[in-house]
């Protein structure tokens, strides 16, 4: 009797062990959600610096629960969705507003409408993930570049305005309302195109991608731990850039090839035509 209980007892816990495992993803959904949240009260407030925080904790914690489901095998349509609505809020919709109440707030009429293109380009590029992530995508690469980057970048602006290495070079780092308006209209047509954008690097020690990516995470953990006010909104531009340049040298490149394909193709053409008039009777 003690012995069939004993066998039936851990069965008995799994339907809950598994629906612990379960709510875990979901729950840091609802804190990246949180920490949106809380990123617009406080830009509301004038506290820009700590809302652009908020934003990079809302950033961890969509980075957590993706990798939990993943790792537990509890991914769901339910949990896509939900991070996907979540997604729309803390990089789309706080940003915008950060922005708005730093930069735009008194800008005009109509100067909001900037926010509007925004938060419709992250909602736009969610979308197209959802449709298309079940395989599209190259492994290793998003199409177009991230939502959470973009929010990211725009958020941390404050705290790099702030810094002392950007008050030495004002002439070159100080973007001002002009240079605002072009980097949230760059970001939103980054997310709409098709350029390919690095997930984030495998760590390993086996091979040399492994051995590169565990180098470039540690490099990323140092410029988080030592300087994150200058490294996350320069990490952000450079990643933008990032694609823009390797799609830019992938086009040339290919152009390139392609008078010598013709060339070589006219050549092959030329011998045929040659070896078939010696070979008519």
């Given at each position: 009797m003690?012995d069939?209980?004993?066998?039936?007892?851990?069965?008995s816990?799994r339907p809950g062990?598994r629906?612990a495992?379960?709510?875990?993803?979901s729950?840091?959904?609802?804190g990246?959600?949180?920490?949106?949240?809380?990123?617009?009260?406080s830009?509301a407030q004038?506290?820009?610096?700590?809302?652009?925080w908020f934003?990079?904790?809302a950033?961890?914690a969509?980075i957590l629960d993706?990798?939990?489901?993943?790792m537990s095998?509890t991914?769901?349509r339910?949990?896509?969705?939900?991070?996907?609505?979540?997604d729309?809020?803390s990089?789309?919709?706080?940003?915008?507003?950060i922005?708005?109440?730093?930069?735009?707030?008194?800008?005009?009429?109509f100067?909001?409408?900037?926010?509007?293109i925004?938060v419709a380009?992250v909602a736009?590029r969610?979308?197209?993930y959802n449709i298309t992530?079940a395989?599209s995508d190259?492994?290793?690469?998003?199409?177009?570049?991230?939502?959470?980057?973009?929010?990211?970048?725009?958020?941390?602006?404050?705290a790099?305005?702030?810094?002392?290495?950007y008050?030495k070079?004002?002439?070159?780092?100080?973007?001002?309302?002009q240079?605002l308006?072009f980097l949230?209209l760059a970001?939103s047509?980054?997310?709409?195109?098709t350029i390919?954008?690095p997930?984030s690097?495998?760590?390993?020690l086996r091979?040399?991608?492994?051995?590169?990516?565990?180098l470039?995470?540690i490099?990323?953990l140092v410029g988080?731990i030592?300087a994150?006010?200058t490294f996350?909104f320069?990490f952000g531009?450079?990643?933008?850039l990032?694609?823009i340049v390797?799609?830019?040298?992938?086009?040339?490149?290919?152009r390139?090839?392609d008078?010598?394909?013709?060339?070589t193709l006219?050549?092959?053409n030329?011998?045929?035509h040659?070896?078939?008039?010696?070979?008519?009777?």
């Amino acid at each position: 009797m003690s012995d069939q209980v004993s066998v039936n007892r851990p069965e008995s816990r799994r339907p809950g062990l598994r629906r612990a495992i379960v709510v875990i993803p979901s729950a840091f959904t609802l804190g990246n959600l949180f920490c949106g949240i809380w990123a617009i009260v406080s830009a509301a407030q004038g506290n820009f610096k700590w809302a652009g925080w908020f934003i990079v904790f809302a950033g961890m914690a969509d980075i957590l629960d993706g990798r939990l489901a993943r790792m537990s095998h509890t991914g769901t349509r339910f949990g896509a969705e939900l991070d996907s609505l979540v997604d729309v809020i803390s990089f789309g919709v706080a940003p915008a507003m950060i922005m708005y109440f730093l930069e735009f707030a008194e800008a005009g009429k109509f100067a909001w409408t900037l926010c509007f293109i925004y938060v419709a380009a992250v909602a736009v590029r969610l979308a197209r993930y959802n449709i298309t992530a079940a395989g599209s995508d190259k492994p290793g690469w998003f199409t177009g570049l991230p939502s959470p980057a973009a929010g990211m970048t725009l958020a941390t602006y404050f705290a790099f305005s702030q810094t002392e290495w950007y008050q030495k070079f004002p002439e070159y780092l100080d973007l001002q309302r002009q240079g605002l308006i072009f980097l949230m209209l760059a970001l939103s047509a980054m997310m709409l195109s098709t350029i390919k954008y690095p997930r984030s690097p495998r760590i390993g020690l086996r091979s040399l991608s492994g051995i590169l990516g565990t180098l470039i995470t540690i490099g990323i953990l140092v410029g988080v731990i030592f300087a994150p006010s200058t490294f996350f909104f320069l990490f952000g531009i450079s990643y933008l850039l990032f694609g823009i340049v390797r799609s830019a040298v992938i086009a040339l490149s290919e152009r390139a090839e392609d008078p010598v394909d013709a060339q070589t193709l006219q050549v092959r053409n030329h011998h045929d035509h040659d070896r078939n008039e010696d070979s008519a009777p």
